[in-house]
């Protein structure tokens, strides 16, 4: 199929282990990747009855099939998860080029389980994808997190849960903040 790579990471935390499955094409058919795709694996993957807090739930981020095509207004990230707030399956959508991100690097989604032991951010790439160590990030905002790590890596998308996350707040939001997405005002004429 055009405008899909077919593949999807599962990253476990718990093992710190990477998985890259190939998503059948009759997937991306019927459920089009993004949100589709996102109740799909999760229907198929996660137990009823999962503690959204547990290790048990799953964190799915999806891409559309038309994202990073250059179709204006197709860079969109799907989440989704079973919600701290609800107990029900929760989803959203994002902007920013995080998606493109994600398609640009060969995958179509990525579905993270387990809990780390540590604090830990997911870095993406090409031909790698590793866990690395996010001491230096806990505490801080998205904001924060985007501009300490700008220091580290260029060419670079962040999706990060702030301190409301880190402290398990049940309306915590993952945020995707850009740096280059402020508007300044136009200076005054004379």
């Not at 969109?76 to 690097?105: E, H, M, W």
């Not at 707040?169 to 300044?184: F, L």
Request: hydrophobic share 35%; net charge negative.
């Amino acid at each position: 199929m055009d405008g899909v790579n077919g593949c999807l990471i599962t990253l476990d935390l718990s093992n710190e282990k990477t998985l890259v499955e190939k998503i059948p094409d009759d997937d991306f058919r019927k459920f089009l990747g993004g949100n589709g795709l996102a109740i799909k694996f999760l229907l198929d993957r996660m137990r009823p009855g999962t503690d959204a807090f547990s290790s048990e739930n799953i964190l799915f981020f999806g891409t559309g099939p038309i994202t990073a095509t250059g179709v204006q207004g197709s860079d969109r990230t799907y989440i989704a998860a079973k919600s701290p707030l609800t107990g029900l399956f929760f989803d959203c959508t994002v902007g920013g080029r995080f998606a493109s991100c994600i398609k640009q690097n060969g995958y179509d989604a990525i579905a993270i389980v387990g809990q780390a032991r540590k604090p830990s951010y997911v870095w993406v790439g090409q031909d790698n994808i590793e866990i690395r160590d996010a001491d230096d990030l806990v505490g801080k905002s998205p904001e924060e997190v985007r501009s300490i790590l700008s220091t580290k890596l260029k060419d670079f998308e962040v999706c990060a849960i702030g301190i409301a996350g880190e402290n398990r707040v049940k309306y915590a939001s993952i945020i995707h903040p850009r740096a280059d997405a402020r508007v300044e005002p136009p200076e005054e004429a004379d």
